[in-house]
């Protein structure tokens, strides 16, 4: 067997053997020495807030991540254990941790399921901030997550649906925030000097509601579908890219992000495949949306001769234009790596075929192939994922061999950076294995690089948006 392939399922099979004293759940941060919790948090690494990590607890908006690579490697290699270990958890969640006052799920970049309490957890503790239990969704929760968990407790996924909704405020003109009590029906968040209504949220949202309507038909989450839809259509400004919230602050420009924007337009592209049997007109005017925003990500001043990515066009202190590392990613998701926003131009390509989206891709594919990790900075191990996850793809799409030749050479150099122990570390130099660093990524990489030089493809994954 490929080292690369042996060492993910080693680690793997680590994860389900420390997840075995938590009803299946997986613990956040581990010790990669003992596969224990610390007692303590360990400190952040550069660019980490301790107000986004889940600990002590379970992150599943972190871990479908993982579940997903785990049901397809029983689907490439015939091993059941990995699909039975993934059924485990998601049935222990759809049943036991859901049942929140709201209807929302404990997860996501706020919230998480505490393993030691046995009830929702809050992660604003953590940085020593009084303040409520929050939802924030942060990732896309992939249609085959809600096709598990509506077989495991639909009627949860029916209340996350309508709990969603508390996302927006009772007043107008309407306007959402990203954030929303997770425990309390009242008092719903009020308005503050500027919005926080990032376009890539109601993306997010768009695609779960649809998920319901086309197994429900139900008008009320056709309506929830419909006002986000048009919620920043209507704030547009033709042929630009979205700004990060629709009311900036006092003293601040708009802040225009083609992060946030090519964020929404995949969501509306996928979205629009779910709802086209139920709903045809409603998928083709997502289609027309998503793709009039992927035209403005297109025009914007990227840098791509360098491979690199204008995820923000100004700065909200200098006003200039924020371009996306090869490595060295830190909070924000205009700091994502640039190989992120490659993989969403690749998504968007295998939905509507527009060939300068893989011509970006492509680009950018070329200088992170040869751009070598930075000495001295913690590079967290999602970025190894999307390197990886970039260069896979490439090759899926194109069949041209060069791609999977940088891929093969980069999981011989990040193995023995990441994944020299039993479990992945959560950066360089970590001594943690850290779900909020989404090393789920890596592993998809790592047996997606091996399993297509045998000619089989587990396929991407394109949640982080």
Known sequence: MNVSLARTIAALDRLVECAQSFNGLFPSVLEIDTGKMPFILPPAIDGQRDCDRSFPGS?????????????????ATGEPRFAEAADRYLQWFAIHCTDTPTGLFPWGEHAFWSLYEGRPGSSYPLARVATMATHDHLHQAPVWLWEKLWAFNHLAVDRFCL???????????????????????????????????????????????CFTYARTGSPTFRQYIGRTLDYWWDKRTPGQVLPLASRPKPAQGPMPQAAQTISLAVSLLESAVLVEPRDPELAATMRQRGNAYLDAVLAAPHDLDHGRFAGRLADSRSGEAVYSPSWGSRYGTSNSPSACFALLALCAYRLNHDARLLDMAERIGRCCAVDEIPAGVAVPVKDAGMQLGLLTDLYSITGDRQWLDHAERWSRVLLPIFLDRDLPRAAIGSGIYESQCLPGYFLRGLARTALLAEGKDIGPDYTLR
Do not use: A
């Not at 992150?59 to 689907?75: A, E, F, K, P, S």
């Open 59 to 75: 992150n599943l908006m972190h871990d479908h991540i993982v579940l997903g690579l785990m049901y397809d490697l029983t689907g």
């Open 163 to 209: 709990g969603l909704t508390r996302h927006y405020f009772d007043m107008d003109p309407p306007e959402y925030n990203r954030h929303t009590n997770l425990l309390q029906h009242y008092m719903k968040r009020v308005r503050n000097d500027g919005s926080c209504d990032f376009p890539r949220h109601g993306g997010l949202w768009m695609l779960d509601w």
